[in-house]
């Protein structure tokens, strides 16, 4: 079926609620004045169970269907990032640096319109535990929702999460089984050397040479050590050393950068090879090195039964979906994934400049789209006796 009737006819009221959201963005787990805005929208549509303070200011409220059955979990993030907007749109952010330069807006109306919807109908058989997630952006609110017992707490069984896709037009959708967005870890180094004057590096330990071999040899992990049809990614982005002279070796440099693996042997291998090989570059110079290493999100890993089913309901929804390709970017969604079987799909946000760009602008003739698919999941899985 294409989009629902009774959520198109809302399309405007969304739209109002989307720009009203951009305008007032959040950062991280201070998510106080959106999950505000949320719960008075789920009051409206006269859900009566509603939990807030879920990891902070998460929200989940439950729709109970016309019997008894499974239970199934729909997940939005609604955090902001740490950016200026720069869309030049009537309702860019107010919030001098912050924007919703990735969408979560739009997410999270797209999920009020499906509980909307399944609210109203109830043309189901079983629960909706509609999930509205803080700090996607880094902060690990999927973890922390997991953490604070979410899933057993309401019984989810299955679970899906949703993203918009720039460029990808509107009404068609892109979703992969297995392994589709990245590990995202990270790492800092701190190389130590013995410092002196410019003039006389005999007499010191350069930690400016050691860095920049390390730099170059951090590259070999990727070129050397991992499969080379495996995907992986070993980035420095940030060299710093402890002088501003410029006839001063420094005592100190520290580095730091990204790692991106789709499995958890590269993940092994990238974290082994890094303090490895920093170890091994400072010793050679005369100097030592200390290795942070931070995971981060894991690999998010579709379910195929799941995957094939929402594949399924986006044709029916839009009519194209597509093989998305792997994703070297990370989705804390992969902690829900880890609890339980479900699948993530990205939905077309139509011609746009990229996501975490500073003139990225969410589609709002995207929300209907996006609400019918969240509906059919239901509908579809749980139909009504």
């Known amino acids: 079926m294409p989009v629902i009737n009774s959520i198109a006819a809302d399309a405007e009221q969304m739209k109002t ?30 859900i ?52 919703h330069a990735c969408g979560h807006d739009g997410h999270t109306v797209m999920l009020l319109g499906a509980a909307k919807y399944l609210a109203e109908t109830r043309n189901f058989d079983g629960s909706v535990v509609v999930i509205f997630q803080p700090a996607e952006e880094g902060g690990g609110g999927g973890r922390e929702m997991c953490e604070d017992g979410m899933m057993d707490r309401w019984n989810i069984q299955e679970v899906y999460g949703m993203h918009n896709m720039p460029n990808l037009p509107i009404g068609h959708f892109a979703i992969r089984s297995g392994p589709f967005f990245a590990a995202t870890d990270q790492f800092d180094i701190h190389l130590e050397g013995k410092g002196g004057h410019a003039a006389r590096p005999q007499e010191t330990v350069d930690t400016t040479v050691m860095a920049a071999q390390l730099v170059l040899s951090l590259q070999t992990i990727v070129s050397r050590n991992a499969d080379p049809v495996s995907q992986i990614v070993v980035s420095v982005t940030s060299f710093e050393t402890s002088s501003t002279a410029f006839n001063v070796i420094p005592q100190k440099v520290h580095i730091k950068g990204t790692v991106r693996t789709q499995s958890n042997d590269n993940r092994d291998l990238a974290e082994r090879r890094i303090k490895d090989i920093a170890a091994a570059t400072a010793a050679m110079f005369g100097g030592t090195a200390e290795v942070d290493y931070h995971r981060g999100y894991p690999v998010m890993v579709n ?26 970017g990370g989705e804390d969604f992969a902690f829900m994934l880890e609890e339980r079987p479900g699948a993530y799909i990205l939905v077309g946000n139509g011609p746009s400049a990229q996501v975490h760009h500073p003139e990225y602008n969410f589609n709002d003739e995207a929300i209907p789209v996006g609400c019918s698919w969240w509906a059919e999941i239901v509908e579809r899985r749980m139909p009504a006796a």
């Open 17 to 46: 609620w989307r720009r009203h959201l951009h305008a007032h963005p959040e950062l991280l787990f201070d998510c106080v004045k959106t999950a505000a805005f949320v719960v008075e929208r789920l009051r409206e549509f006269g």
């Open 48 to 99: 009566s169970e509603i939990h807030e303070g879920i990891a902070q200011t998460g929200v989940v409220a439950i729709i109970d269907g016309r019997a008894p059955g499974r239970t199934i979990g729909l997940r939005a993030d609604m955090d902001a990032l740490p950016m200026n907007d720069l869309s030049g749109a009537d309702h860019a952010s107010t919030v001098p640096g912050m924007s």
């Open 303 to 328: 379910s195929e039964e799941q995957t094939e089913f929402a594949r399924d309901v986006a044709r029916n929804v839009g009519g194209n979906v597509i093989e998305a390709p792997l994703v070297m």
